[in-house]
């Protein structure tokens, strides 16, 4: 089944423990991203990667990390995570180097940082 | 830079009627539009892409129309149902006149409840 997966679905961690959310697709999709949603802000897009060792800031990049070595996976880093962190994250992908297609989203993680 | 918006924030309607989600956005400057679908807890699902070049799409229930000049879009669904309740957002990819890169931007979302 194609899909994009996310790892985890929930964490609840505290202040300053560094914590990686895998995505994952199995598509052989280009382009992917990651968006972090928050009440009454919307989608805000975190950092994308048109294809592999490409990767660029979002609207909202600082405190995140990632990284793309390999095309299916594009992990999420928080090195040290804060409150203001906690939020519902989704990773998406789709088939060409750019956003210029239908989005493929995986199911949502969502942290609290305590 | 690019705004979207999404009016209203939220509709309730019985089963059976017939309605309309708008969306408007302030740069024309558009590669697409697309609709979304999301239902608690989940991720978003697509419903419609339309390019900038179509004046609409349709798939099922659902027909979405954009008018790029007016900054506009409208998701219709008709015969709604209850499991049509959720989130619906639309977002519009955009490429900033001034310089960035492309990207997609979020409406805020309207959720629908269709009641029984």
């Known amino acids: 089944e194609a899909q994009v997966t996310q790892n985890p679905r929930y964490l609840i961690t505290v202040t300053g423990k560094k914590l990686t959310v895998t995505c994952s697709q199995n598509?052989?999709?280009?382009?992917m991203s990651w968006y972090r949603q928050d009440p009454g802000l919307g989608l805000r897009q975190i950092y994308y990667?048109?294809?592999?060792?490409?990767?660029d800031k979002g609207d909202v990049p600082e405190g995140y990390k990632v990284s793309r070595k390999e095309k299916r996976n594009f992990p999420l880093i928080l090195e040290s995570p804060s409150p203001n962190q906690t939020s519902l994250y989704f990773c998406?992908?789709?088939?060409?180097?750019?956003?210029?297609?239908?989005?493929?989203f995986g199911p949502g993680t969502r942290l609290t940082v305590l | 830079k690019q705004e979207v918006t999404q009016i209203p924030a939220a509709l309730s309607v019985p089963e059976g009627e017939n309605l309309v989600l708008n969306c408007s956005f302030t740069?024309?400057?558009?590669?697409?539009l697309q609709w979304f679908r999301q239902d608690p807890g989940k991720g978003l699902t697509s419903l419609l892409l339309?390019?900038?070049?179509?004046r609409e799409q349709t798939s099922g229930r659902l027909n979405a129309s954009l008018d790029k000049s007016s900054g506009r879009s409208t998701l219709y669904i008709a015969a709604s149902q209850p499991g049509d309740s959720a989130t619906y957002l639309c977002?519009?990819?955009?490429?900033?006149?001034?310089?960035?890169?492309?990207?997609?931007?979020f409406g805020k979302g309207t959720k629908l409840t269709v009641n029984p």
């Open positions: 998406a992908s789709t088939p060409q180097g750019a956003p210029t297609d239908t989005q493929y």
């Open positions: 598509m052989n999709h280009e382009y």
């Open positions: 990667s048109m294809n592999v060792e490409v990767t």
């Open positions: 740069d024309s400057a558009i590669y697409n």
């Open positions: 339309i390019q900038s070049s179509q």
């Open positions: 977002a519009v990819d955009s490429f900033p006149l001034q310089g960035g890169s492309e990207k997609l931007v």
